[in-house]
């Protein structure tokens, strides 16, 4: 599925954000009309796009004429259109997965990475986008994640996202991916406590229960003491934290012990995922150090997901196909890819669970067990 697109822009000096519409009789301040002629009075518009060439166009009016595609586009969803001609997807309004990018800067590296951090400052440039993305967003949105890079790095503007979000979305689920490490810092965990966001989950990395592991995985010196700190403060300020871990060769000798550990220290936590590999990003440059075939670790894995259960702890495997892993362990498999890039390869047509099974990220295409199979 397509979340971008490109083609020629004229009279935009900034970035318009607005919400889609193909309907011309279509009133309101915040739309971005799509259209392949200009025969109507369309300036009540903020912009429009279309894949047709214009050739004369509207004198001084922002659109985008001859894009490359504008199928992708349901009527409601929310679009950055920017100097360059390319149109972001901000929001789809029939999904269930949508989510904010606030930065791609991170304070980690991690070998597996999806997303590989960029050394550039984009904080003000995104948190301005979404400043004018939450008004517009549908009040009745169940789901909404927030992602990077880390979003803490954004300091002070990370609490007035919380608080936009909070007043605009007041029913929302919120789900915030960060490593945890700036709440190693007490200031920042009780701010974030003193917000008293009682639908935002932290969803937090712990690799090993072995210190130099972790800090290996996320080539990162000290990461899993200032990750342990952190959880500790914000489990003092009653924030609900989740714990990720990501199987694969360098996880998976110690699963056990980690499950052991996050029962022991980690008691608080209301949710661990475990969660399959997804060959992007830094991935395939650490194939060899990372890759270990699923079928290859479900004792481990089964290990870990039982003892957890055992011990009342709410517990899911992400990222998983269900032809991989044993019977017993299908009631803790997540439908979890984001079905903008959720696929199922051939081998899967004709299996009696495929409705049940999760599937593969689009990137397993390149790298994928060997077990695959229709069941």
Not at 112 to 138: F, T, V
Not at 284 to 313: C, G, Q, R
Request: overall charge negative.
């Amino acid at each position: 599925m397509e979340l971008k697109t490109r083609g020629k822009a004229l009279n935009i000096d900034i970035p318009i954000i607005g919400k889609i519409t193909r309907d011309k009789l279509c009133t309101g301040k915040d739309h971005i009309l799509i259209s392949e002629d200009l025969t109507s009075d369309l300036k009540g518009f903020k912009c429009i796009i279309s894949t047709a060439d214009f050739f004369s166009g509207i004198e001084g009016f922002p659109y985008i004429e001859k894009a490359a595609f504008l199928h992708h586009l349901s009527d409601g969803d929310i679009v950055v259109i920017n100097t360059d001609g390319v149109i972001n997807t901000l929001y789809r309004v029939n999904s269930l997965q949508n989510a904010i990018l606030v930065t791609e800067r991170c304070n980690s590296n991690c070998l597996m990475c999806s997303q590989p951090p960029k050394d550039r400052e984009d904080i003000p440039y995104l948190h301005n986008i979404h400043q004018q993305l939450l008004p517009l967003i549908p009040k009745d949105c169940a789901d909404l994640g927030i992602t990077g890079g880390e979003p803490t790095l954004m300091g002070n503007l990370f609490f007035d996202l919380l608080h936009r979000i909070k007043t605009e979305l007041p029913d929302t689920e919120v789900h915030c991916l960060t490593n945890g490490r700036t709440f190693a810092w007490k200031t920042f965990a009780k701010k974030l406590g003193l917000m008293k966001m009682d639908r935002l989950v932290l969803g937090i990395p712990l690799y090993s229960d072995y210190a130099p592991q972790h800090d290996y995985i996320v080539q990162a010196e000290g990461a899993f003491e200032q990750t342990m700190l952190g959880l500790y403060h914000l489990a003092a300020e009653d924030v609900r934290i989740e714990i990720r871990i990501v199987l694969h060769n360098l996880t998976i000798p110690r699963l056990g012990k980690l499950a052991r550990f996050i029962y022991k220290n980690l008691p608080f936590v209301e949710h661990i995922a475990f969660m399959g590999l997804e060959y992007q990003g830094y991935t395939p440059h650490n194939i060899e150090k990372l890759w270990i075939d699923p079928v290859n670790y479900m004792a481990e894995l089964e290990d870990a997901v039982t003892f957890l259960s055992s011990k009342d702890m709410n517990v899911s495997i992400y990222n998983s196909q269900l032809c991989l892993m044993p019977e017993q362990l299908w009631s803790y498999s997540r439908n979890s890819i984001s079905d903008w890039k959720n696929i199922y390869l051939p081998e899967c047509t004709a299996c009696r669970v495929l409705d049940k099974c999760g599937g593969l990220f689009k990137s397993a295409e390149k790298k994928h067990s060997s077990f695959i199979q229709s069941l």
